[in-house]
């Protein structure tokens, strides 16, 4: 069993859809819980970070995290043409020694 | 923002022969990167841990024979994959870990598409 679960997707949503992007893990000593936004043949680049259970707010992205249920979800308000990407949840230790990322979920957002 | 570069972006090589890959941290100091591979529709697996001026940490799995890893300076890691075969064909992203700033800020490069053939 891998540490973390990702839907691949693809996931196709017309313009200004509310997107839910999800990953669940099996490690308890999960800490600290990242989304990265890849475009094609391009770096991932940090869009949220997360620390333990919660919500956290950022314009019109908001990541939660339910530890109790090895949970977590970026969600995605008025999705644009410009969000389609591959979004990548990656979470770690305290140590930060490692990261263990997602497969990937590849957004496309419809005009 | 902190950037991150990689060079060749994309390399195509003959089997058997060796390819470098760099990994500069721009605007940075970096005491720790990172390299990852990446296959099509798969996750980042991590291969390495590399700190300046120490050897680097390898994860389980990955021939460190093969893919060489030098991190000479604050600014500067290399990754060179030794007598290449159609196998090591991927996407090579490197990170790097800020020297000063949160732990979990790591900036990754654009990646560098290796075609072994």
């Known amino acids: 069993q891998k540490e973390v679960e990702q839907d691949p997707g693809p996931l196709s949503v017309p313009e200004g859809a509310i997107v839910s992007l999800n990953c669940t893990y099996s490690n308890s000593a999960f800490q600290y819980f990242m989304w990265y936004r890849q475009y094609s043949r391009k770096g991932p680049e940090l869009l949220m970070y997360?620390?333990?259970?919660g919500n956290k707010e950022d314009g019109r992205f908001t990541a939660q995290v339910d530890k109790s249920s090895k949970y977590i979800s970026l969600f995605i308000r008025d999705s644009q043409p410009s969000d389609s990407a591959t979004y990548l949840c990656?979470?770690?230790?305290?140590?930060?020694?490692?990261?263990?990322f997602g497969s990937g979920t590849k957004l496309n957002v419809k005009p | 923002g902190a950037v991150v570069s990689q060079h060749p972006s994309w390399v195509i090589c003959k089997s058997g022969t060796s390819v470098k890959i760099e990994c500069r941290s721009l605007d940075f100091q970096a005491t720790t990167m990172f390299w990852y591979r990446q296959f099509p529709k798969q996750s980042l697996m991590l291969m390495a841990t590399s700190n300046e001026g120490s050897k680097a940490t390898y994860e389980q799995g990955v021939e460190k024979d093969k893919f060489l890893i030098n991190h000479a300076s604050l600014t500067l890691s290399t990754l060179t994959v030794t007598s290449a075969h159609p196998e090591d064909s991927s996407f090579y992203i490197c990170?790097?870990?800020?020297?000063?700033?949160?732990?979990?800020?790591?900036?990754f490069g654009p990646g560098t598409r290796l075609t072994v053939t």
């Open positions: 990656a979470m770690s230790k305290r140590n930060f020694n490692k990261f263990y």
């Open positions: 990170s790097a870990r800020l020297a000063e700033g949160g732990d979990y800020e790591q900036y």
């Open positions: 997360t620390y333990s259970s």
